[in-house]
């Protein structure tokens, strides 16, 4: 997956989308009750990426950041959007660029993953890359 400015590819965003495991639908949770990825559910269809934001980098700190990539793990509720509380760095080669994704990750909207044909929460995991 490559978000470089300001073409992104939104068609292989949507494409990373593989890594989702469903979860608890609960969607409002205080820092303390955030949900982890351990015992989640199964899922019949996955999360699917609908937008996220260009990244919020200057042209010259983006430069500096050639080659650099970041993976995040989420949760994205049954509507769609993303359980803040939930947003991880799995892995990153670069800390600036894992501080912009999750920022820029927070605004993104999905199409929430699906169990006998009904919304559910799903696990995302989504990777970043400057190319």
Same mark, same amino acid.
């Given at each position: ?9 939104? &068609? ?13 639908? +609960?969607?409002? #949770? ?14 019949? &269809?996955? @999360? ?13 700190? +983006?430069?500096?950041?050639?080659? @650099?990539?970041? %993976?995040?793990?989420?949760? %994205? ?9 939930? &947003? ?9 660029? @894992? ?13 929430? @993953?699906? &169990?006998?044909? #009904?919304?559910?929460?799903?696990? %995302? ?7």
């Amino acid at each position: 997956m490559t978000l470089c400015p300001p073409r992104i590819s939104r &068609i292989a965003m949507a494409l990373v989308v593989a890594y989702t495991v469903a979860a608890c639908t +609960r969607t409002t #949770r205080p820092q303390s009750d955030c949900p982890t990825q351990e015992n989640a559910p199964g899922f019949d &269809i996955p @999360a699917v990426l609908i937008y996220v934001p260009d990244l919020a980098l200057p042209p010259e700190e +983006r430069a500096s950041m050639l080659g @650099a990539s970041v %993976v995040l793990a989420f949760l %994205v509720d049954e509507r769609g959007a993303v359980v803040p509380c939930t &947003i991880h760095i799995v892995r990153t080669t670069d800390r600036r660029l @894992a501080a912009a994704a999750r920022t820029a990750i927070r605004m993104a909207r999905f199409r929430p @993953a699906r &169990i006998n044909d #009904r919304p559910t929460s799903g696990w %995302v995991q989504l990777p970043f890359e400057i190319r």
